[in-house]
C-alpha cells in the first residue's frame, strides 16, 4: 500500500526491542507500523519484522552510524556450530552483506533489499536508534534442520515466555541450544531467560518442523502475507491450538476501517467486537472471519492482532472486490 493511499490512523501498544524500545506508533494506514531498533556500539542482533516501505538498506541506514548490515540465509546452508560475530564473511553464499558506500569495500555489497521477518547482523560504530516504517508480516514458521536458525520471536513485549516455555511441547527442540549476542560474542541463553522481541537468536533444530511456540495459527494467506476478505464471499477460517502443556487463551484484536463479522467454532456470526476470547487447547479451535458485505470501499483495510501464551502476532487484513 502506498502512503498516498492510506487515509487512517493506528495507535498500537508498545514492543520492547534489545537495547531498545520497538513501537506500534501512530501513522498513516491501518497497517503502517514503526519498527524502533536501538543500535549499540559494535555487533547487534535484530529481528526486522516489518517489510519497510523503503527497503534498500542506503535509505534505511542513511545517516546512521552503520558500518555493516548481513542477512543471513537460512536456505543456502545449515550452520553446525558458531563464531563469534566479528567472523562474518565479507563475502559467502551464507551472507547477504551491505556496507556505506563511502566503504572501500562496498563494491562486495549483495544485500540490496531488507524485508520483513528477516534477521539481521548490524554492526555501528556509535549507539543509535533507527525507525524503519513499514507493513507487520504474518507466516507460519518453517525450521531448517539439523541446523541452527537465525531468528527471531512474536512474543509479547509486555509478558514474553521463556524459552523452556515457548518450546515446551517441540521434540524438534528437545535439550535447547539457544545463543544471543553479548559484546560480539555468543553466549548460551538459558532455559529460565524470557525470549526478548525484536532480538535475534541462534537456535538449533534438531529435525524438519515447523513449531510455531504456544499458540499454533494458521490462515489462508496471500503470498504476502495478508489475509484477503472479498466483498460478499465466503469465510476465512482461522485455526488455533495451544502447544505444550500449559493452557492459553487466545485474544483476538481488530484496528482499522474494515468491520467484520466472526464465528467462534460453529456459533451463529455476529459483529467482530474485540476482544474476541478463545480459550485453547491441543483440539484446534476456529474462528471464521467475513467481511460485512458492502460495509466499506475495495480498498478497507484492517490489523488483526493475536494474543496469548506470552505471543502477540500482527495480521494485515484487507478487502477486495
Known amino acids: ?38 543500535l549499540q556500539p559494535g555487533w547487534n ?31 543456502a546452508a545449515k550452520v553446525d556450530s558458531l563464531t563469534a560475530a566479528d567472523a562474518v564473511p565479507t ?34 560504530s556509535a549507539a543509535a536508534t533507527v525507525t524503519v516504517s513499514g507493513t507487520p508480516v ?3 514458521r518453517k525450521w531448517n534442520s539439523p541446523s541452527f536458525n537465525f531468528t527471531g520471536f512474536d512474543v509479547d513485549a509486555t509478558a ?3 524459552f523452556a516455555r515457548f518450546f515446551d511441547g517441540s521434540r524438534a527442540h528437545a535439550g535447547l541450544k539457544a545463543f544471543k549476542l553479548v559484546s560480539g560474542k555468543w553466549q548460551a541463553v538459558s532455559g529460565t531467560e524470557t525470549i526478548q522481541r525484536g532480538r535475534a537468536y541462534w537456535v538449533w533444530c534438531n529435525e524438519g518442523s515447523d513449531f510455531q511456540g504456544p ?17 460478499g464471499a465466503g469465510a476465512a477460517r482461522l ?7 500449559l493452557p492459553v487463551t487466545l485474544s483476538l484484536g481488530l484496528t482499522g476501517s474494515l468491520p467484520l463479522l466472526q464465528s467462534v467454532s460453529g456459533a451463529d456470526e455476529a459483529a467482530f467486537a474485540a476482544p474476541v476470547a478463545l480459550p485453547l487447547t491441543a483440539a484446534s479451535k476456529s474462528v471464521a472471519l467475513r467481511r460485512v458485505l458492502d460495509a466499506a470501499p475495495d480498498s478497507a483495510t484492517g490489523l488483526l492482532s493475536l494474543k496469548g501464551g506470552g505471543m502477540n502476532f500482527l495480521l494485515p487484513v484487507r478487502g477486495s472486490r
Not at 526486522?48 to 535509505?59: D, T
Open 91 to 124: 563475502k559467502s553464499a551464507e551472507w547477504r552483506i551491505w556496507q556505506p558506500s563511502a566503504s572501500p569495500s562496498a563494491f562486495l555489497n549483495n544485500l540490496r533489499a531488507l524485508t520483513g521477518r528477516q534477521a539481521l547482523l548490524i554492526k555501528a
Open 1 to 38: 500500500m502506498k502512503r498516498s493511499n492510506q487515509k487512517f490512523k493506528l495507535k498500537c501498544w508498545c514492543l520492547g526491542f534489545f537495547a531498545a524500545v520497538a513501537a506500534l506508533m501512530p501513522d498513516s494506514g491501518a497497517w503502517a507500523v514503526d519498527q524502533i531498533i536501538g
Open 45 to 75: 542482533s535484530i529481528f526486522l519484522e516489518v517489510r519497510p516501505e523503503n527497503q534498500a538498506p542506503e535509505v534505511i541506514f542513511s545517516g546512521q552510524p552503520v558500518e555493516m548490515c548481513a542477512a543471513w540465509l537460512p536456505t
Open 138 to 140: 504474518f507466516e507460519r
Open 215 to 231: 499458540v499454533d495459527v494458521s490462515l489462508p494467506l496471500a503470498g504476502e502475507g495478508v489475509l484477503t476478505l472479498a466483498n
Open 239 to 245: 485455526e488455533a491450538r495451544s502447544n505444550g502443556t
Open 160 to 162: 514474553p515466555p521463556t
